[in-house]
């Protein structure tokens, strides 16, 4: 008789019980073990078996953006996948402090679908097996600077500069060096010539690369190298803050940070706290889920 066992605690319950009679019988008739030990040890161990050969992930559902409905979708906690999955018919958003949190939820089978950036999305599928992004584009958006309503003189600055890196081609360089084929994560090194004045404060969340994340406990990726090279242009030297993504805003707004630069997109709810700079990249909201 083959026996299936469910992932529910009724089937892990009833399993083990029907093991326990059987192997408690086999072993009291022996003499081999007492009572007491078979409940303590045997018990246990058929509950610990059950468990795990009974519970796996479930098959993935989701093979296009119309199967989001009525799904449980990882996001990153204040990005704008979290607001798109917030739109989602009947769809229940799971929000995350960092994305490799709701791709490990993924994996897990906690939720159906991860929506992400594509670029991070790229390095996630990359360094854990079993998953796959789908060749639907969820949303497509820019990704611009956010500096404190009011200082507008500093805005216009960092536009001056970023206009200049386009002109010269050393935005497309950086930005080169971090996607593409074979990226070599060479980072920019500011010029060591340039007499600076102020300190430009960068408020940024460092489990984004490519555009921010820690290696060896630096923090490096496209937005700190174009950053920097903002820096150059501006004679400032930069600083950066290493927060959560949904304390960003709050940081340029109180004057805790001058700018907020994360990967992130405008948004009419973000324009009501915040400024922001031209673009300075684009790029697209992708569906991450397991593979068939």
Same mark, same amino acid.
């Given at each position: ?92 958003? $799971?929000?995350?402090? #960092?994305?490799?949190? *709701? %791709?490990?939820? +993924? =994996? ?6 991860? /929506? ?36 507008? $003189?500093?805005?216009? #600055?960092?536009?001056? *500069? %970023?206009?200049? +890196? =386009? ?6 360089? /950086? ?36 555009? $921010?994340?820690?290696? #060896? ?53 973000? $324009? ?21």
């Amino acid at each position: 008789m083959v026996i299936k066992i469910e992932c529910n605690y009724l089937a892990i319950a009833f399993y083990a019980k029907m093991r326990y009679n059987i192997i408690c019988e086999f072993f009291i008739q022996k003499g081999m073990i007492k009572m007491k030990k078979v409940l303590n040890v045997i018990t246990v161990g058929m509950l610990m078996a059950a468990c795990f050969t009974g519970c796996g992930v479930p098959k993935n559902s989701v093979h296009n953006a119309d199967d989001l409905k009525g799904k449980v979708i990882g996001t990153q906690l204040g990005t704008t996948g979290y607001i798109f999955a917030g739109d989602v018919e009947d769809a229940k958003v $799971e929000g995350y402090n #960092k994305g490799a949190d *709701a %791709i490990q939820a +993924l =994996k897990q089978g906690k939720v159906d679908a991860v /929506i992400i950036d594509s670029e991070p999305a790229q390095e996630f599928v990359k360094k854990n097996k079993g998953l796959q992004i789908l060749p639907d584009v969820f949303a497509e958006e820019e990704y611009s600077i956010a500096y404190k309503k009011g200082n507008d $003189e500093l805005g216009k #600055k960092i536009d001056g *500069a %970023i206009t200049k +890196l =386009k002109e010269n081609g050393k935005l497309d360089e /950086i930005t080169s060096h971090w996607i593409g084929n074979a990226p070599d994560h060479v980072s920019y090194v500011p010029d060591k010539n340039i007499e600076r004045s102020e300190v430009l404060v960068m408020a940024t969340n460092a489990e984004f690369p490519p555009y $921010e994340s820690m290696d #060896k406990g630096e923090i490096v990726g496209i937005d700190v190298d174009i950053m920097n090279a903002v820096c150059d242009e501006l004679c400032m030297t930069l600083k950066i803050d290493n927060m959560e993504f949904d304390s960003i805003i709050a940081a340029v707004n109180s004057g805790k940070a001058d700018v907020g630069v994360a990967g992130m997109s405008v948004t009419p709810e973000r $324009e009501k706290n915040v400024s922001f700079t031209q673009g300075y990249a684009t790029t697209k909201q992708v569906i991450v889920v397991r593979e068939d």
